[in-house]
């Protein structure tokens, strides 16, 4: 069995699927959107290069923007279910299989690096007092993103859960201590201290006990990864009902019961309770907390506004995609749930979340009301205003999905 | 003692494709208080007869009835008439069990006080009391079994569809199914039941149908069909093996 074509096929097939969309995202209006936003952040970072303000914290800016991409490491490998059984014998071999996924997986997060890294470049050199050089820069954050990955990979074939979640932390914090040293200390000196931790990472990733192949993780990991891709796909155009990855949130098991007890709120509460447990949530609240601290760092400018108005965007976008969860549940066919009552509630329940979010991400707006009034609460009209948009945009669209079943 | 039947189907001919019928003028009926056992080979058409009846399939000709109504004319009510175990359990990841009970009893709507006495049983009745506020992900394949089970029986229709319920349940997982149907019976609940453990059901079910190459090729009691086909003394397994073989 040639297992290096195997991965290729199925590389391909999954490609294959994803081609029909593309005009559709070229058309949709989300990536217009996301052009303009990329055209306006162009012309704010070069009008920002032209006059820097004294004391910007580059050094800090230079690590939040470039861990991330260093230590984040993914793999597709396009591993299925039935392999457990069918490539089980081949287990020995599968290192074939895999070393595409682990070229592939790193050729482009490093070109994703080099991005960021270039995008910041001509403010760090301008801003920092003794800037490094792009070229050994580059060569640092590539050792460590290597770092990541193979640390990503031991993890994974982990024979204990919680020490694969122990290791998931080390990783970070040591990749976080790596490119940190880099951006603070002398190059020498960061040098040395890097290769002094890779070689403790490396030596402490040997000592717990792993799978030669862990099968059922990578498939899990294979499924969240497609689920992603899928989701993505999602912003732009609308794509088949797709699973999410879930999460326990013990905290928010109780979200949701207090729901009406009526046939008609039946699937808001099987929508509350897949949201509190689902990645879309995670993903909202990850944008919500970045958007929370940015427009209360920009709040005295417009750009704030900016910021506040495009970020509650993006959490439209994310929200949006819960019309598509359970689109091909079977039990909503064969349940007697009112009619058009799984629409509605979507609807109804994006838009409060929606609104929710207008309110929470704009509150640092408030602290300017005294010497901005006017600035301010316009930008939170404008948020509101989007919210109320975007549930327009979602009643449109299933009143033509009615149509189209009819 | 009969009243109209809950479940009814005249001349179903149905299948995945126009020109290639899996289901060829199928006519049974359940009444209100039976338990009728629909038996066959793989591939004999009851898993199909079965998704006609939930409305996953349309029928190319005849009719299905469901207290009375059709899919067509009054969906909800049709839907609100029936619950369904499948084959193989399809569960919410996002839910645990208690939430998959307390959906389907939202869905189905069933009063929240029914909801809550109703659950305690099942959890008591499945031995499943430990498990409730798990991730169905998280359980093992005969109790994702029971959260199906516990979820058709929450609602409390007129007609029970049972696809194979026995796969993955433990001995007393499967006693307690059975003698939870048989409740069911008594309080006058229909039981449209398919499965392969023929020795099993012949003591439970009321009335029996084989279905053959997507053809009802005999139905009635054990001792009808016995009669019918001149075999008398027959179990219902091996009945079932003269009427499939012959059938050939």
Request: charged share 15%; hydrophobic share 50%; proline share 5%.
């Given at each position: 069995m040639d297992l290096k074509e195997l991965r290729r096929q199925r590389r391909s097939r999954f490609t294959g699927s994803l081609i029909p969309y593309v005009g559709y995202i070229i058309q949709s209006g989300v990536a217009m959107v996301f052009l303009l936003v990329l055209i306006m952040f162009s012309a704010w970072y070069t009008a920002l290069l032209r006059d820097i303000p004294a004391g910007i914290p580059i050094r800090w800016i230079m690590l939040l923007l470039l861990i991330?991409?260093?230590?984040?490491?993914?793999?597709?490998?396009?591993?299925?279910?039935?392999?457990?059984?069918?490539?089980?014998?081949?287990?020995?071999?599968?290192?074939?299989?895999?070393?595409?996924?682990?070229?592939?997986?790193?050729?482009?997060?490093?070109?994703?690096?080099?991005?960021?890294?270039?995008?910041?470049?001509?403010?760090?050199?301008?801003?920092?007092?003794?800037?490094?050089?792009?070229?050994?820069?580059?060569?640092?954050?590539?050792?460590?993103?290597?770092?990541?990955?193979?640390?990503?990979?031991?993890?994974?074939?982990?024979?204990?859960?919680?020490?694969?979640?122990?290791?998931?932390?080390?990783?970070?914090?040591?990749?976080?201590?790596?490119?940190?040293?880099?951006?603070?200390?002398?190059?020498?000196?960061?040098?040395?201290?890097?290769?002094?931790?890779?070689?403790?990472?490396?030596?402490?990733?040997?000592?717990?006990?792993?799978?030669?192949?862990?099968?059922?993780?990578?498939?899990?990991?294979?499924?969240?990864?497609?689920?992603?891709?899928?989701?993505?796909?999602?912003?732009?155009?609308?794509?088949?009902?797709?699973?999410?990855?879930?999460?326990?949130?013990?905290?928010?098991?109780?979200?949701?019961?207090?729901?009406?007890?009526?046939?008609?709120?039946?699937?808001?509460?099987?929508?509350?309770?897949?949201?509190?447990?689902?990645?879309?949530?995670?993903?909202?609240?990850?944008?919500?907390?970045?958007?929370?601290?940015?427009?209360?760092?920009?709040?005295?400018?417009?750009?704030?506004?900016?910021?506040?108005?495009?970020?509650?965007?993006?959490?439209?976008?994310?929200?949006?995609?819960?019309?598509?969860?359970?689109?091909?549940?079977?039990?909503?066919?064969?349940?007697?749930?009112?009619?058009?009552?799984?629409?509605?509630?979507?609807?109804?329940?994006?838009?409060?979340?929606?609104?929710?979010?207008?309110?929470?991400?704009?509150?640092?707006?408030?602290?300017?009301?005294?010497?901005?009034?006017?600035?301010?609460?316009?930008?939170?009209?404008?948020?509101?205003?989007?919210?109320?948009?975007?549930?327009?945009?979602?009643?449109?669209?299933?009143?033509?999905?009615?149509?189209?079943?009819? | 003692m009969n009243t109209a039947p809950v479940l009814q189907i005249t001349g179903l001919s149905g299948g995945y494709s126009l020109n290639k019928p899996v289901l060829h003028d199928i006519g049974l009926q359940v009444q209100p208080g039976e338990m009728v056992g629909l038996i066959g080979l793989n591939g004999a058409g009851k898993s199909t007869t079965m998704k006609h009846i939930l409305g996953l399939m349309s029928p190319h000709k005849g009719e299905i009835t469901v207290q009375g109504k059709t899919r067509g004319s009054d969906p909800e009510s049709y839907h609100s008439a029936l619950s369904f175990v499948p084959e193989s359990p399809l569960l919410y990841e996002e839910l645990t069990v208690r939430e998959h009970v307390e959906f389907t009893a939202r869905a189905y709507g069933v009063e929240r006080s029914d909801y809550e006495s109703r659950t305690s049983q099942l959890a008591a009745l499945f031995n499943m009391e430990d498990k409730m506020d798990t991730l169905s992900s998280h359980l093992s394949k005969g109790m994702k079994q029971k959260v199906m089970i516990m979820c058709a029986f929450v609602a409390r229709p007129a007609l029970y569809v049972i696809d194979e319920p026995f796969l993955g349940l433990d001995p007393l997982g499967i006693r307690s199914l059975l003698d939870f149907m048989l409740d069911l019976k008594k309080s006058g609940a229909s039981i449209l039941l398919s499965s392969h453990i023929l020795s099993t059901i012949e003591n439970y079910c009321d009335r029996f149908i084989v279905l053959h190459r997507g053809m009802v090729i005999a139905e009635g009691t054990l001792a009808e069909m016995t009669a019918k086909a001149g075999l008398q003394g027959l179990n219902l397994e091996q009945l079932f093996y003269e009427l499939v073989q012959g059938g050939k």
């Open positions: 991330p991409a260093a230590v984040h490491s993914s793999f597709r490998t396009y591993l299925q279910t039935p392999d457990t059984i069918f490539l089980l014998p081949q287990g020995h071999r599968m290192r074939e299989y895999f070393a595409p996924s682990w070229v592939s997986g790193n050729v482009w997060k490093i070109l994703r690096l080099a991005f960021i890294l270039i995008t910041i470049w001509p403010l760090y050199i301008r801003t920092d007092e003794s800037p490094k050089g792009l070229l050994a820069t580059l060569l640092v954050l590539i050792l460590v993103k290597l770092l990541s990955s193979y640390g990503l990979w031991r993890e994974t074939a982990m024979l204990s859960r919680p020490a694969a979640s122990g290791y998931n932390l080390l990783r970070w914090a040591v990749g976080t201590l790596m490119v940190a040293a880099w951006v603070w200390q002398p190059s020498i000196r960061a040098l040395i201290f890097i290769v002094i931790l890779a070689a403790a990472y490396a030596a402490a990733l040997s000592v717990p006990g792993r799978h030669s192949v862990p099968w059922e993780r990578l498939i899990t990991m294979e499924k969240n990864q497609g689920t992603r891709a899928l989701m993505v796909l999602g912003w732009f155009v609308d794509v088949p009902g797709r699973e999410q990855r879930v999460y326990a949130r013990r905290y928010l098991s109780k979200w949701g019961s207090g729901i009406t007890w009526q046939r008609n709120s039946a699937y808001r509460f099987l929508l509350t309770k897949s949201f509190a447990r689902g990645d879309i949530f995670g993903i909202v609240l990850r944008i919500a907390v970045l958007d929370l601290f940015l427009v209360w760092m920009t709040r005295g400018s417009y750009l704030g506004s900016g910021i506040y108005v495009f970020f509650l965007f993006l959490m439209g976008i994310q929200l949006t995609a819960l019309r598509k969860l359970h689109s091909e549940s079977f039990w909503l066919t064969v349940y007697p749930l009112p009619e058009g009552s799984k629409g509605k509630g979507t609807i109804q329940f994006v838009f409060r979340a929606h609104l929710v979010l207008a309110l929470l991400t704009g509150l640092p707006l408030l602290l300017e009301l005294g010497d901005r009034p006017l600035p301010a609460l316009g930008t939170y009209a404008c948020g509101f205003l989007l919210a109320y948009l975007f549930r327009v945009s979602s009643t449109r669209k299933e009143a033509r999905v009615d149509e189209d079943d009819l | -």
